[in-house]
C-alpha cells in the first residue's frame, strides 16, 4: 500500500467510532451522578448508554444491567452532564462586515473552523454543546449555531438539526457600546440603535403578513426571497432565539422594551447590571446568561459588573446561566464561572443547573441535552471530585455516546493543560497516530 | 469570622482601624517561614510583625484588637501588574501604562503616573493583595521604570514601597509591528542593544568628566548596567527568551525574565542562567504569542529549581486585571503543592522583587501585612475576609 491509502485506511478504521451509534450498550457504574435532572443525585448510580442514548439512570438496585454490555467501574468519580454554553466565539466564526449594522443573513456556519484547537480545549473543559455567536460589534451580527463539540472533520459533523432537518441556532443582537461607531450606517447614540432595530423588526413583520397573505390566497404572489427578513421572521414566530448582548442597566430595559414590542424570544446576554433590575427582568420572565469575570471593568459598560450578579438574579426568581464568551474567559475554566458566582452567594445546585440545564434550555435543547434523564443524548463528563472545586480535574468527556477528551490521552492532555502545539488545529481522525501530521 | 452575604452593601462593612497594633488568629496560620501553626497568632505592633507562633504561646495584651479568621496567610505580592497606572474604565484618561511616542523611554517613571485610588488597587485588596509591582506594560522596547507599591494609601508617597525598581523592556511581539515601533525582532534586539552601548558610554563619560550634561534615559540605564536595579524583559516566544539570555550575557545586566510562555523548552538555559522569572498569569489567554502557554509551566520551572513568581500581568481588555490569588490557585491544581504554589504569590515573589526583607512571610520584624480567608484561599468558593497591611485593617470586605 502506498503511505497515501494507509492513511486512508487509518483514518477510516478510527473515524468509526467516534461517529458510529455504539450498539453494544455502554454501563457506567459506582460513580456519584449528578442528573440535573428529575432523580437529583445518585450515590453510586447507573447509567446505561446505547445508540448514543442514556437508555436507563438510577441507583444500582434499581437498573438491570443488559447482559451484553460493556461495563466501566466509575467508583470514586463524579458523572454529570456536558456542560452547556450559551455564548462563545471558539472556532474563529465570523458574522457581519462593516457594510450595516443589521445583518441577520450572515450565517457563522459559513466561517467556523471545524477543527479549531478551540473546540479541542472546550471538550477538556467539559463542554458538550455551544451557541457559537458572531461579535458584538453590530445591532444585528447575524446567526448563531448550536454545536455539539464532537471531534470534527467538517462543519457538518458538529451541527445539530431539527426533525425537518433544519440547522439549529439563534440570532445574535447587540446594543449598547459595541454596536455604536463614528460613522453611518452604523448608530451614533443609543436611541438611533434602538430606532434602527424597530425599523428592521417591523420591515420583518411586512415581510411576514406578505408571506401570509400569500400563503392564504392563491392569487398572491409571495414576496421575493429575502435572506434577512427570512431569519427576522423567524425570530418574530419565536423558532429563532434571540441572543442579546446588554450590559447596561437601561440598555437591558431597551431589550425588554423591544421584545415586548415584537414578540421575539429572547434570552438577555452578559447582563453586567443586571443585578440592578433583577426585579424587572424577572417580572418579564426573560432568562439571563451572564459572564463571570474576574474582575469589573475593561470597558465602560462593564464597571458595574458584579460576581454577585446570578445570586441577585436567584433570588429574583429569574433564571440564570453562566457562558464562557471563549475567548473572554477560557472554556477549560468554565466550572470556575459556577464557583466563583456560588462565592457570590449563589446556591450550589443552582450554579450548577446553570452550567447545565438552564442553558440548555435558553438553546431550546432541553429535550435532548442539559441533564441525564432517559431518552437525552448520552453527553456527559467524568470528574475526579467536587465540580466547584478548583482542583477537580475534567478526567472524560463524552458526546452522542462518544468519547471525546480522554485526560489520559497524550494529545487530549496537551489541550487540557497547554504546551508546546496546544494552539494548533485539530486532526480529528488520526488518533491512532496522534502526531502523523508532524 | 461572622459575615452575611449582603451584595449590594459590601463596601459598607469597610471601617478600617487605623491604629497599626493588631494580632491576627488563625485556625491554620501559614507564614510561609515554616511549617503551618495550628491556631497560631500574628502579632503587630507598630505595623511591624513583633510575634508569630501558637495561640498558647504568644501572650497578647489584653487590650489588643484581634482579628480571627480559618486561614491567614502572608499579605500577598502580586509581581507584575500595571494596575494603578492602567485604570478601570480602559478610557484614554485613565490608561497610563505605555507611551508611544518612541519605543526606548526608560526615563519614565511610575511613580509620576501611579494612581493609589484607582479602583482596581482595592479590588486586588479585597482578595488579600497587599504588595504589587507595577509599571509600564510591555508593548514598548523600553517602557520604563517600574515600582513597588502596598495597596493601601491616599498618595503615591504613602504606597510606595521602592521608588524605582526595575527598568520595564519587552522583546515581544507587542513590541515590534511598525507604526513607531521597531518592524522586527532583530530590530528590536539591534535598538536595545544601542541603547545600553550608548548608556556604557554615557556612563564612561560621567565618570571622566562630571560635567557631561545629565540624560535622564541613559542615566537609569546606566544604573541597570552597574546592577543597581535589573531589565525586567517581557518575552513569550522561546527565541525571544533566548535573545534577552543572549543580550544579559553580552552587557552583565541583572535579568529578571516576565512572561515566558515557552519557558519549558529552556529549563537547562534558564537553569544555567540562574534567572529569575514572573510567569505570565497562568489563566491568560493562549493565542499568539501565548498560544503555547501551559498551566504547569509554574511547577516545570520550580523542579527546575528556579526563582518563580506569579503576576496578574497586563490585560488590555476584560478582565481589566487578573487577581494573582486566582492564578496561583490555577498553578496549585495543575501540579504544585499548596505551599509552593502559594510562594509564587508570596515569598518567592517578594524574592524577584528583592522586598523579601519586608514582605513575603509572617516573620518577626517584617511588615504586618495579613490576608484573611474562611477557607483554602484557593478555592474558588472560599472567601477573603479581611486584609491588613502594616497593622492596619484595610480591607473587610468579604469577597
Known sequence: MTKLLQLAVLIAVSLTPAFAADETPLVLHGARLLTMGPAGNIEAGVVVVQGGKIVAIGASDEIAIPANAETRDLAGKLVMPGLVDTHSHVGGGSGGDGADPIQPDVRVLDSLNARSAGIQRAQAGGITVANVMPGSGH?????????????????????????????LGGLKMANGTNPMR???????????????????FVRAQEYRAKLEAAADDDEQDPPARDLGLEALVEALEGTRIVHHHTHRHDDILTVLRLADEFGFRVVLHHVSEGWKVAEEIAARNVPCSIIVI??????????????????????????????????????RHFLRSAALAVRAGMTRQKALEALTIEPARMLDLADRVGSLEVGKDADFIVLDGDPLSIYTKVEETWIDGAKVFDRKRPQDRLWATGGFGAGHDANPGCCARQDWWR | ?????????????????????????????????????????????GGKIKAVGAAGDVTLPASLPVLRAKVATPGLVDAHTVVGLAGWLNQDHDQDQLDRSSPLQPELRAIDAYNPREPL???????????????????AVIAGQTMI???????????????????????????????????????????????????ANYAQKRADDEATPRDLALEVLADVLAGELPLLITAQRAR?????????????????????????LLLEELKAANVPIIVHPTMVRA??????????????????????????GYESYVPKTRVVLFEAAMAAAHGLAFERALGLVTIDAARVLGVDERVGSLEVGKDGDVALYDGDPFESTTHCVGTVIEGVRVSAIVR
Not at chain 2, 488568629?25 to 510561609?32: F, G, K, N, S, Y
Not at chain 2, 488579600?128 to 506594560?137: A, F, K, L, N, R
Request: charged letters at 25%; proline letters at 4%; hydrophobic letters at 45%.
Open chain 2, 287 to 312: 493565542y499568539d504569542e501565548t498560544e503555547n502557554l501551559s498551566l504547569e509551566t509554574p511547577k516545570l520551572l520550580l523542579e527546575a529549581g528556579l526563582l518563580v513568581a506569579l503576576q496578574s
Open chain 2, 1 to 45: 469570622m461572622q459575615f452575611v452575604l449582603t451584595p449590594l452593601a459590601l463596601a459598607l462593612l469597610a471601617l478600617p482601624t487605623l491604629c497599626q497594633d493588631l494580632a491576627v488568629r488563625a485556625e491554620r496560620l501559614i507564614t510561609m517561614a515554616g511549617p503551618p501553626i495550628a491556631d497560631g497568632v500574628v502579632w503587630i505592633e
Open chain 2, 121 to 139: 488597587v482595592e479590588w486586588l485588596r479585597s482578595f488579600g493583595v497587599t504588595t504589587i509591582h507595577t509599571g509600564h506594560s510591555p508593548g
Open chain 2, 240 to 264: 525571544d527568551i533566548e535573545t534577552a539570555l543572549r543580550i544579559a550575557e553580552e552587557f552583565g545586566f541583572r535579568l529578571v525574565l516576565d512572561g515566558c510562555a515557552e519557558a519549558y
Open chain 1, 182 to 200: 463614528s460613522k453611518a450606517p452604523f448608530p451614533g447614540t443609543r436611541a438611533k440603535s434602538a430606532a434602527l432595530v424597530r425599523q428592521t
Open chain 1, 139 to 167: 445591532l444585528c451580527s447575524g446567526q448563531t449555531l448550536y454545536i455539539k463539540y464532537r471531534d470534527g472533520r467538517t462543519i457538518d459533523d458538529l451541527l445539530l438539526h431539527d426533525a425537518e432537518g433544519n440547522v
Open chain 1, 294 to 331: 474576574d474582575a469589573p471593568g475593561g470597558k465602560l459598560e462593564a464597571r458595574d459588573l458584579r460576581l454577585e450578579t446570578g445570586a441577585v438574579l436567584e433570588r429574583a426568581g429569574v433564571q440564570v446561566a453562566f457562558h464562557t464568551d471563549d475567548w473572554i474567559t477560557d472554556s
Open chain 2, 149 to 199: 507599591a502596598k495597596t493601601a494609601g491616599d498618595t503615591v508617597a504613602e504606597a510606595v514601597v521602592v521608588e524605582r525598581a526595575m527598568v520595564a523592556a519587552a522583546l515581544n511581539e507587542d513590541a515590534v509591528g511598525g507604526d513607531g515601533k521597531p518592524g522586527t525582532r532583530s530590530k528590536a534586539a539591534a535598538i536595545l542593544r544601542a541603547k545600553l552601548l550608548e548608556a
